[in-house]
């Protein structure tokens, strides 16, 4: 049984004629005629009395038409909110990020618009290395992508051809460690001389570890380390930092509070932070209008409060 044959019969209960219904319907009358039979051959039984002028509906045929109606009523409803899905869909902009950015930057970015744009965090995102983000650029698998990047020059081998980016604020890597009983660093960058020092790392294959290490090389009289752990979330090197396994490199508006506060504290003088930037990067090929859209929108200037620390 076809959908339009429900509306076939709803139309043929309505004018009583079958020349009249087939009009309405944009059929031949042979046609029309053809698919109420086939109609009535599906449901088993007689449903239009022909005999009569006009025609007439058998008692099943009654029967049926509430049930067209209703059928046909909620056909029309479901198509309605499946036609509202798809364009809440074609909107909706798939944001991949780490787990810090959205904590930490996203809120405070999509704060500054008077009209947020209709971002859909990729909560799949957060377990990924920085490869992982323009991989699934290139596959489609979702619409920007937030990231760290260095603001220093850094040796990286990422393949971002096709992609292009907006620097949306900065961000400082920071050392830091559990206070001892005096507030001073349980863990020090500074003099630790040939003792290694316990770190907990960022995975070694990701964007941030390879920053760290190449501004280390940079400072030339860097302490040996002990890794006792590599995570690629940074909120895991904040808990075990937090246990005083040993120190860690966190992004400063996760930390702020902490320092603020004395939790935590510097585990180093300020030679030691790392800046970085952080950059939303899209395909330039994508066909996402709402896409296309914010990145016009990201091309004005950003009002002096707007930027970054």
Not at 207 to 218: G, M, N
Request: aromatic share 8%; with cysteine; charged share 25%.
């Amino acid at each position: 049984m076809e959908l339009r044959w429900l509306d076939d019969f709803i139309a043929l209960a309505r004018t009583r004629h079958f020349s009249r219904a087939a009009d309405e319907q944009n059929v031949t009358q042979p046609t029309f005629s053809r698919r109420i039979k086939l109609l009535e051959e599906e449901m088993g039984t007689v449903l239009v009395n022909r005999q009569t002028l006009p025609l007439s509906l058998t008692p099943a045929g009654e029967e049926f038409l509430a049930l067209c109606q209703d059928v046909t009523r909620r056909v029309a409803t479901t198509r309605e909110r499946l036609l509202q899905l798809a364009e809440a869909s074609a909107s909706r902009i798939r944001l991949a990020a780490p787990q810090s950015l959205l904590a930490h930057f996203l809120p405070e970015w999509l704060a500054r618009w008077t009209s947020p744009p209709p971002l859909a965090p990729y909560l799949r995102a957060t377990g990924w290395l920085a490869d992982d983000y323009f991989q699934a650029l290139a596959r489609d698998e979702c619409d920007l992508a937030l990231c760290y990047w260095p603001a220093i020059p850094c040796p990286l081998a990422f393949d971002t051809e096709g992609l292009e980016h907006r620097v949306l604020g900065r961000e400082r890597l920071l050392p830091v460690s559990l206070p001892d009983a005096n507030g001073r660093p349980r863990f020090s960058l500074e003099g630790a001389g040939r003792r290694p020092v316990p770190l907990i790392a960022y995975h070694p294959r990701g964007l941030i570890d390879t920053v760290i290490r190449s501004h280390l090389r940079q400072q030339g009289d860097a302490p040996t380390f002990s890794v006792l752990n590599e995570s690629i979330q940074s909120s895991n090197i904040r808990e075990l930092v937090g246990l005083g396994y040993g120190l860690g490199w966190l992004p400063h508006r996760a930390v702020q509070d902490a320092l603020a506060g004395g939790t935590l504290v510097a585990a180093g003088a300020p030679r030691w932070e790392v800046p970085m930037e952080i950059r939303l990067y899209r395909h330039r090929a994508t066909p996402h209008r709402a896409v296309a859209s914010l990145w016009q929108a990201l091309e004005a200037p950003a009002p002096r409060g707007d930027r970054a620390r």
